[in-house]
């Protein structure tokens, strides 16, 4: 036998107390059952210090509505480092009770995903160590006496099980990235959808970029000319969008059009559409003033190009 039950129970433990140092440190102590909160205690960490932490998924949120508050080409000229600058600098307005709670909806689910992936690395961990162990029982017991030969397979089946591992491992990481990709572009697309939300309402009307080799279902969501990926794209009404909620569970043929992604690799980035501006090709955003005939008759032949800035 390679690991005996306490053992086995041990490298559990380990994996879920790395779980728990991580929730903690991204989500905060809020986001911890109680039972996971002594599981921290007991090994020494003061909970008292993660108090008002702020993880990556809180950077991505407050990232979406500075990008959609500046402008995407000002905040593409901020590295990371100068943004948390920035926010360590106090300026930046703290958020409302609204984004509070669309942060809360996407941290609790960060939670959900997290667990639930943690869960299955433990029984992961668990069976292929029980498999290892029952074969190399069945190779040592009753046939194999002598301690050389008998620490000869063991340390055979030690290579296999570190070889199993390691392959489920990898499927562990692709989870992870999944799961991680999707919580980080929902926190952003939610973070610049409170933005327009707080300046200009949940009439709004808002549309999404589409980036090249976006999947076939993206394109029939979110662009007029689905077949044409550089065709103008639909334009939605943000409480419309935000009655959505999200397609986790749902079928993709019962995909809808959602603030968060459409699936977890989709990258398409919500952006508020101004009122009085047309659909630029080349720039590929509502940027050409629109020309609005007057009734007046006397005004009749002249062209007006009216501006309609923001707010």
Known sequence: MIFNTNQIQDIIGILKRWECVFILGQLGVDYLSQAEKDILTKSGINLANFTNVQGILDHAFIW???????GDTRAKKMNYSQFKKF??????IPLTEDERFALDQVKHRAYTDIGGLGSRIQSGTTNV????????QAKIQGIIKEKTIAAVELRK?????????GEITEDWERDWLRIAY????????????QSIFKENGGDAEVYFDVYEGACDKCRELYL???????????????????ANGNN?????????????PTHPYCRCTINHKRAGYAWNYDLRT????MVIKPKNKQLQGVKLNIKVTKG
């Open 64 to 70: 979406g509505i500075l990008a959609e508050a500046v």
């Open 87 to 92: 926010l360590a600098s106090g300026n930046f």
């Open 129 to 136: 160590i029980i498999r290892a162990n029952q074969r190399t």
């Open 157 to 165: 089946s030690a290579r296999q099980l570190a070889s199993e591992l």
């Open 182 to 193: 999707y919580l980080m572009h929902e926190a952003y697309n939610t973070g610049r959808a």
């Open 224 to 242: 007029t000319d689905p077949d044409d990926p550089d065709s103008m794209p639909i334009i939605f009404v943000l409480s419309e969008l935000m």
């Open 248 to 260: 986790i569970g749902r079928k993709a043929k019962e995909w809808l059009a959602t603030i968060g």
């Open 286 to 289: 509502f940027s050409t003033p």
